[in-house]
């Protein structure tokens, strides 16, 4: 095998046999290439059995994306080798020896879904109320104590004193010992499990440690504290252990990984050897400056020189829309010509972005344009549950007679309604050719359905029918309005308190904005028309799946990939960093760690953008620049916005020191404006009756729902919309509310 196309330290590394090493570097500098690199060596120049080597990422599809590059070394890779992600190796692991801590080998893998079920019969049996203590919070808790290690019991003795801790400890142990019953393990299981085996029983463990001479793990900074242990049971024997990674790009803290483990390498495994790669091989010049500007105002980080040979390339796009529409069609645009102009594909282009929810302005100007986009790691805009089922609700009220959509949306939200009495209705249906919604008025007819379905039915009814009074009348915003109202749907999803249901919130609202959207440009807005142009857009999305496609997904899903275009979007105060970053500076250290992963995926040009006003909690209002973009290396940027959308407004103050760094505030030649002035929409509104001042971005304290950052004011300066960390938004009157500024 040909290691010449190595570079000396990367040739080093490959070339080690024994030993613990670890590779850090930052991003594309040939980290994932070595790893794979020095696995073909190992089996090619060191007579090494692949049987004997295992390598762990951390998903299918980079998994995959390994195997190949193996298989394009040496030859196809056999399963002999172990290359998977740390669930399907504990799988593996497990179906051979369950039965040694209790389990039969055929043991079932209890999903999202299946996990649900279960809680909610321990809520029965405990008399939980699922409105007071959501399953899903529950289930994350479960979640988040299993990635610590912590089972019942341990979680118990930790926890013994705390007397708010009592219900849920019981509730672990249930939950725990019904898995059992069934025989089943959640995905945390796999992790758990496994370790206990090797815990328990030493000839397993020894099996594992003797099979498996050569351990690799990419991506090592995002282990957590489980993963990371399983690790150190594979490894201890043979001290043959390979990881990569790179502190710069931990992302996982929420899932509990801890950029300790990599850190700390050394003195777990004492002797190790460490590379350090400094050439980047991905990235133009420009590109890396970039990413380096902005990671440099992370404390605490062990400074790292990446360079490149290559040269700087053009300068870093900047734009800033009006709004996030035009944002979006400033990024298709931009597709456009290059494709014109240059021998692009389309999935050459990535468009990254922080929330699930801004995909939707960029999928509307690609399907505008009839370019073929695919969304990885995720689901198109109107393919996601929430958004299916708000439209089904519509088009019951537009058309009663379709029992698709009153299947989907009956029991969503719960109303006791299943399937037997669908099936009970449907027979019923058979005989009378009514629709499924207008067998309702005659349920005296049909026997059989208790009165809690019954009553859950009539109200469906009267939603689905009020609303259709005012078909006519009413604007389809004012109807979607009173949908979600009556649905109290957002404020289900806040209850759930997870980072899923806030991303269901986010799309909620943002549908809002494509009803808004149509009424603006149609003559009689009506629903009607609106579901017309909706099933337009949901069927032409079927048209699309080929290969090729631009690229769009979150932050998150992009790492460790490479595109040679991206576009890193919405680049905005409370949007990117999150609004959970605002007071936390452990969170915006992490936020700016994702920019940075962000910025490192582009080859050849990247675009940075946001807007300056942009739909979001449901509302449309002014938005600042993100941190961030202060902290780009301005002398590297190319202002590409309009001239009427050139910037310069007042910056909110700095509330934590760390929050703008103190390079960007020293920035001369900055886009963003002086602090000095004040324009348009950001321009504080006084409270009438208060001396306090409050505006978008102020940072309140309420007497009953604590810390909160206004949103907006009402016109009248007093009537403030406000997010709230403990319940979401609100609408609170300043004058008579319990409520003061905190700064
Ligand atoms: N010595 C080299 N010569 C030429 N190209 C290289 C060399 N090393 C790495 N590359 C190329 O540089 C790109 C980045 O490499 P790789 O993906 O392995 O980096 P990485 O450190 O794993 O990045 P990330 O931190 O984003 O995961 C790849 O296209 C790879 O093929
Ligand atoms: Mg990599």
């Not at 350090?276 to 890396?288: A, C, G, P, T, V």
């Not at 399907?367 to 609700?393: P, Q, W």
């Not at 698709?404 to 939200?413: G, M, T, Y």
């Not at 760390?658 to 602090?675: D, R, V």
């Amino acid at each position: 095998m040909d290691l010449s196309i190595l570079n000396d330290v990367q040739r080093k590394a490959v070339e080690v046999v024994d030993g613990p090493i670890l590779v850090v570097a930052g991003a594309g500098s040939g980290k994932t290439r070595v790893l794979t690199h020095r696995i073909a060596n190992l089996i090619e120049n060191h007579d090494i059995f692949p049987s004997g080597i295992m390598a762990i990422t951390f998903t299918n599809k980079a998994a995959n994306e390994m195997k190949t590059r193996i298989g394009s070394l040496i030859g196809p890779v056999t399963s002999q080798m172990w290359v998977g992600t740390f669930h399907s190796i504990c799988v593996r692991i497990l179906r051979r020896d369950a039965d040694r801590i209790g389990y039969t080998s055929d043991f079932v893998i209890y999903d999202t879904q299946d996990q649900k079920a279960l809680l909610k019969a321990c809520y029965k049996e405990l008399n939980i109320d699922d409105k007071q203590t959501p399953l899903k919070t529950s289930q994350f808790k479960i979640s988040a104590a299993k990635n610590d290690m912590l089972t019942p019991e341990l979680y118990d003795m930790q926890n013994a004193s705390d007397y708010r801790e009592k219900g849920f400890i019981k509730l672990y142990y249930l939950y725990q010992a019904k898995l059992k019953q069934n025989q089943a393990m959640d995905f945390d299981d796999l992790m758990l499990k496994t370790i206990e085996l090797f815990k328990q029983n030493q000839d397993v463990l020894s099996y594992y440690q003797n099979k498996f001479k050569y351990i690799h793990v990419d991506e090592y900074q995002d282990t957590n504290r489980a993963q990371y242990t399983l690790i150190q049971y594979l490894a201890a024997k043979n001290r043959n252990l390979f990881v990569v990674g790179d502190a710069d790009q931990s992302i996982y803290k929420w899932r509990g990984a801890d950029i300790r483990n990599i850190r700390e390498f050394e003195e777990d495994f004492p002797g190790a050897q460490i590379f350090k790669l400094e050439q980047n091989y991905r990235s133009k010049k420009n590109i890396l400056d970039l990413a380096n500007s902005v990671i440099v105002n992370n404390p605490n980080r062990r400074d790292k020189s990446l360079w490149t040979d290559q040269d700087s390339g053009e300068k870093i796009g900047y734009f800033r829309g009006y709004d996030e529409k035009d944002e979006a069609k400033f990024v298709i645009e931009r597709i456009r010509t290059f494709i014109r102009e240059k021998e692009y594909k389309l999935s050459d282009f990535a468009i990254l972005y922080r929330t699930n929810a801004q995909s939707r302005s960029f999928e509307d100007q690609l399907m505008l344009n009839a370019m073929a986009y695919k969304v990885i790691g995720g689901l198109k805009f109107y393919e996601r549950k929430e958004i299916k089922d708000l439209l089904a609700y519509m088009k019951l009220v537009v058309n009663p007679n379709d029992d698709v959509s009153f299947i989907r949306v009956i029991n969503e939200p719960k109303r006791s309604i299943g399937g037997k009495t669908i099936e009970k209705i449907q027979a019923f249906q058979s005989k009378t050719e009514l629709s499924l919604l207008e067998s309702i008025p005659h349920l005296s007819q049909i026997e059989g359905i208790g009165a809690k379905a019954q009553k859950g039915l009539v109200e469906f009814y009267e939603l689905i029918m009020g609303l259709k009074a005012k078909l006519d009348t009413a604007f389809v915003s004012q109807i979607y309005d009173e949908l979600l109202e009556k649905l109290n749907i957002i404020s289900l999803y806040e209850l759930e308190r997870s980072i899923e249901a806030d991303a269901r919130i986010d799309n909620i609202y943002e549908f809002k904005t494509v009803i808004e959207e149509f009424e603006k440009r149609s003559e009689s807005p009506n629903l009607r028309d609106f579901l017309a142009e909706t099933s337009l857009r949901s069927d032409q999305d079927n048209i699309e799946e080929q290969e090729d496609g631009v690229l769009l997904m979150t932050l998150h899903a992009s790492k460790g990939l490479e595109f040679p275009v991206v576009f890193l979007v919405g680049l905005e105060d409370n949007l990117f960093p999150s609004f959970r970053a605002m007071d936390d500076p452990e969170e915006l250290e992490e936020e700016r760690r994702l920019c940075y992963v962000g910025i490192t995926r582009a080859e050849e040009r990247l675009f940075v953008t946001h807007a300056r006003n942009r739909n979001q909690y449901g509302r449309f209002e002014p938005r600042h620049p993100s941190p961030f973009l202060r902290e780009m290396d301005q002398s590297i940027l190319e202002n590409l916005s309009d001239q009427n959308e050139m910037p310069s407004f007042d910056p909110p103050k700095p509330k934590k020191e760390n929050y703008f760094s103190k390079n960007a505030l020293k920035s001369k030649q900055s886009f963003f404006g002086k602090a000095s002035g004040t324009q348009g929409n950001t321009t504080p509104v006084a409270s009438a009756s208060q001396s306090a001042t409050y505006f978008a971005g102020a940072k309140v304290n309420h007497k009953v729902f604590g810390m909160g950052l206004v949103i907006s004011v009402g016109a009248d300066g007093e009537m403030l919309t406000i997010a709230f960390d403990s319940c979401g938004i609100k609408k609170i009157h300043s004058g008579l509310a319990p409520i003061r500024r905190v700064d």
